[in-house]
């Protein structure tokens, strides 16, 4: 049983920018979605649940205030297979300057899959390989985890779990107020 989350609001994602494999601390919401995360997951899950999240800062912070305001004992582990796709030259980029550079980046057929052509960055394969080897030793550990991850990779992590067609899985929703939890096959969206 997984309960999987994405890390809350960044300076980047308040200002369109670009995130990938760079970091951007959380803002004053993205705090408060942790908190809110926290005391959700706090009542839902057990309390001896695993925290693991991906290395990057904004997960690591985000996984700090869920453990805190959820009362969670366990120590909070990294595995850097829920890190988020890294998009190479465009990583840290506004979305307006990659419009200047390939206007129709995110058109047409492009829209969901976007940042798959992003020029250096990770492919679907590489991504999709990475994390259904983190599901797969998940499952396997047949134990409690809370995993604090990102928008992309959280998509595909739902996406592998329910077995979707690549289309469907890209268009997923992302949300920063909200958990999933995962179990018997079965997908269950917990809004804060």
């Not at 993205?30 to 925290?51: F, M, Y």
């Not at 959820?70 to 419009?99: C, N, Q, V, Y």
Request: hydrophobic share 40%.
């Amino acid at each position: 049983m997984i309960w999987l989350v994405r890390h809350g609001q960044t300076a980047f994602n308040a200002a369109g920018r670009i995130q990938g494999a760079k970091d951007s601390a959380l803002t004053a919401l993205g705090e408060e979605q942790g908190r809110r995360l926290g005391k959700l997951l706090g009542r839902i899950a057990p309390p001896h649940a695993r925290l693991i999240a991906s290395p990057l800062g904004r997960t690591q912070h985000t996984a700090r205030i869920i453990r805190e305001h959820g009362g969670f004992a366990s120590p909070i582990e990294t595995d850097p297979r829920l890190a988020e796709i890294s998009l190479g030259e465009w990583d840290g980029m506004l979305k307006d300057d990659i419009r200047q550079r390939v206007p129709d980046y995110d058109a047409g057929p492009n829209r969901w899959s976007w940042f798959f052509n992003a020029p250096g960055g990770d492919s679907w394969d590489a991504l999709n390989t990475r994390l259904q080897s983190w599901l797969a030793d998940a499952a396997a550990a047949n134990h409690p985890i809370i995993a604090i991850s990102h928008g992309v990779s959280g998509r595909i992590l739902r996406g592998l779990f329910a077995q979707l067609p690549r289309d469907q899985t890209l268009m997923l929703d992302i949300p920063q107020d909200a958990c999933f939890h995962l179990r018997d096959g079965r997908i269950e969206r917990v809004d804060c």
